[in-house]
């Protein structure tokens, strides 16, 4: 069982930075690789970033590639979002996710456990 807190979120203005942290509980956070998800009201949940167990691949979804960064600290049971040049339609609720073994970073459904969110919200 993995527990998971999202931090960070926020009001920030177009063009705007903020890094979204989640912490994990337990002592197997390294076995589990990580997610970023986000949904905006009245939309489906949608991909973001990944990053695998060690830290040696990331992913991310075209929209945020080249502006978010995913980066985690095995050691603090801790993966961060590192959200750059944030536009009006980044606003969302921020989830992280842990899955385990399997193919795969994208889909929401192959993640095992879920945070409860953290809202951020870009202002024009």
């Known amino acids: 069982q993995v527990q998971l807190v999202e931090s960070g979120g926020g009001l920030v203005q177009a063009g705007g930075s903020l890094r979204l942290s989640c912490a994990a509980s337990g002592r197997t956070f390294s076995s589990y690789a990580m997610g970023w998800f986000r949904q905006a009201p009245g939309k489906e949940r949608e991909f973001v970033a990944a990053?695998?167990?060690?830290?040696?691949?990331?992913y991310y979804s075209d929209s945020v590639k080249g502006r978010f960064t995913i980066s985690r600290d095995n050691a603090k049971n801790t993966v961060y979002l590192q959200m750059n040049s944030l536009k009006p339609e980044d606003t969302a609720v921020y989830y992280c996710a842990a899955k385990g073994d399997g193919l795969g970073y994208r889909s929401s459904l192959i993640y095992d456990y879920w945070g409860q969110g953290t809202q951020v919200t870009v202002s024009s």
């Open positions: 990053i695998s167990r060690s830290g040696g691949s990331t």
